[in-house]
């Protein structure tokens, strides 16, 4: 019902930058919360940063003052600008979104995730 798709992710070396893009579609009321994690080899998935539709954000220790998170409501769409990248930072990253969908006069939330875009941080 709902589909994210990634854009953006890359080789890249120490120190440059990426930008991440997520866009949702399909069947929905509305996007609330959306937000970026990340998941290296032989690790958990751990949060990124996330954003409300408001445009509140939170983000992880690791990359705050590095990464920010916007979003576009009419687009749908929520970003991720990386700069001073690390080799630390090499993960998938995966697009999730909090989707309002309704079912008549019924309106309920579900989760969804990305299928996830591949940074690699060159050292």
């Known amino acids: 019902q709902v589909q994210l798709v990634e854009s953006g992710g890359g080789l890249v070396q120490a120190g440059g930058s990426l930008r991440l893009s997520c866009a949702a579609s399909g069947n929905f009321a509305s996007i609330h919360a959306m937000g970026w994690y990340r998941q290296a080899p032989g690790k958990q998935r751990e949060l990124v940063a996330t954003?409300?539709?408001?445009?509140?954000?939170n983000y992880a220790d690791s990359v705050k003052g590095r990464f920010t998170i916007s979003r576009d409501n009419a687009k749908n769409t929520v970003y991720l600008q990386m700069n001073s990248l690390r080799p630390e930072d090499t993960a998938v990253y995966y697009c999730?979104?909090?989707?309002?969908?309704?079912?008549?006069?019924?309106?309920?939330?579900?989760?969804?995730w990305g299928q996830g875009t591949q940074v690699t941080v060159s050292s």
């Open positions: 999730n979104a909090d989707a309002i969908l309704a079912r008549g006069n019924y309106y309920y939330s579900t989760n969804y």
């Open positions: 954003i409300s539709s408001g445009g509140t954000t």
